[in-house]
């Protein structure tokens, strides 16, 4: 595609709901991160994939969170049992060279997820 | 550990004129890359400026240009004849293995 997708890019969740943020990275780009930005703060590292394997989940903050890039394009960010501190903009990056080694990232317009 | 601070929330500058905004960071990364991404109102994040940390001349990119400082572990951003459009959020980033480390960010004001 032209540039990363996201979906949904609002999403209203209640406490203990389960959600699933969809990335849709730029074709034939190698990596893929997740970012979790809170209002008014820079991103955070949630984790990285260099096609399908999941080489750093270093920054995800609890086992409610699991992500996963099965065939090594279409990235899927689930959120168990979601908590008001889930509340935050998801961000999702693709880059076309393998780690973080200096390649450019092109972002996705975020998913804003909103937990009552 | 890597990280990445600005110690500047906010700054302002008029259109035409010059600013810079600070960034330092560390790292106990031998080979690295610095950047700076910019993030409008509402809009998606997109590179401005890209520095490879063994290269010691300063990038630029026409109206953007960068103040390596290696030894201080200092990265600022110097942005020349100020546009409207230069007005968003910026962030400074340090490369790791598997991550890029941004900083808090620095809300850049233009005033007409």
């Known amino acids: 595609g032209a540039g990363v997708s996201q979906s949904p890019r609002y999403k209203v969740a209640k406490r203990g709901q389960d959600v699933a943020l969809r990335c849709d990275p730029i074709s034939g780009h190698v990596s893929l991160f997740w970012y979790q930005q809170a209002l008014g703060q820079g991103p955070e590292f949630l984790t990285y994939f260099q096609n399908e394997a999941q080489l750093d989940k270093s920054g995800l903050p609890s086992d409610r969170f699991f992500a996963e890039r099965p065939e090594g394009s279409v990235s899927t960010l689930k959120i168990q049992r979601t908590q008001q501190e889930d509340s935050a903009v998801y961000l999702c990056?693709?880059?076309?060279?393998?780690?973080?080694?200096?390649?450019?990232?092109?972002f996705g317009e975020g998913s804003r997820l909103t937990v009552l | 550990a890597q990280t990445v601070t600005q110690s500047q929330p906010e700054m302002s500058v008029q259109e035409a004129e010059t600013v810079t905004l600070s960034c330092t960071y560390d790292t106990s990364e031998s080979d690295y890359y610095l950047f700076w991404y910019k993030q409008p109102p509402s809009r998606q994040m997109i590179l401005v400026i890209r520095q490879e940390a063994y290269k010691q001349q300063n990038a630029t990119e026409n109206r953007f240009s960068v103040n390596f400082q290696k030894a201080a572990k200092s990265f600022s951003l110097k942005i020349s004849d100020s546009q409207l459009g230069d007005a968003a959020m910026y962030f400074c980033?340090?490369?790791?293995?598997?991550?890029?480390?941004f900083g808090t960010g620095t809300r850049l004001k233009v005033l007409a």
């Open positions: 990056a693709s880059s076309l060279v393998g780690g973080a080694v200096g390649g450019e990232l092109f």
């Open positions: 980033a340090s490369s790791g293995t598997y991550k890029y480390i």
